[in-house]
């Protein structure tokens, strides 16, 4: 291939992944043609994309970008998978399929810079809290002493209510109330 050709070719790939900064690196070589189609399909339908890349040619394209950190797993036929909601819901959804198409190697991921190495890698990926799950358990360690504090006041304030209530049914009977020391 001509350098020129080359120059285009990693232009493309700069423009093509300038607004990804994570992603997962896939080998679907060995995947029947039915599979394969299966597996874009339903990655296409989840808002996943998937990019078979030129390992030398990505790694110039990769070179001072959050991408770089893939440089590692770009080794024999590679495909690059990302978009979806967050770069967790692309492993989920990798993991799934690979439990169905054993042919599926997951080569690895990178999230916020760092790798993650192979299938076991990505499946430690997988695990991770989506942005919006993160977000729910945030907001619910927030509300979380709040609720605790109210329902400390409440039951106290029932507790108090209690106690004079029973004060007020012993006066009424005309019993004597001791004073607590």
């Known amino acids: 291939m001509s350098k020129p050709i080359k120059s285009m070719m990693v232009a493309d790939y700069r423009r093509r992944f300038e607004d990804v900064d994570n992603a997962l690196l896939v080998d679907i070589r060995g995947i029947e043609a039915n599979q394969n189609n299966e597996l874009r399909q339903s990655l296409h339908a989840s808002g996943i994309r998937i990019t078979v890349v030129r390992n030398t040619l ?7 970008t959050a991408l770089e950190v893939l440089t590692e797993g770009l080794d024999g036929p590679s495909a690059m998978c990302y978009g979806g909601e967050s770069v967790v819901d692309v492993a989920r959804e990798l993991i799934d399929w690979a439990k169905k198409v054993k042919a599926l190697d997951l080569k690895g991921a990178c999230l916020d810079g760092e790798y993650f190495d192979g299938h076991d890698g990505v499946k ?7 942005k919006d799950e ?6 619910q ?10 329902a400390a ?14 004060i007020q049914e012993r006066l009424e009977r005309g019993e004597e109330i001791a004073k607590v020391g």
């Open 153 to 166: 006041a409440k039951s106290g304030g029932s507790n108090l209510m209690g106690i004079v209530k029973e």
């Open 141 to 150: 360690l927030v509300l979380s002493p709040a609720g605790n504090v109210l």
């Open 58 to 64: 990505a790694r110039d394209a990769f070179k001072d």
């Open 134 to 139: 993160a977000r729910a358990k945030v907001v």
């Open 124 to 130: 430690q990926l997988s695990k991770f809290p989506t």
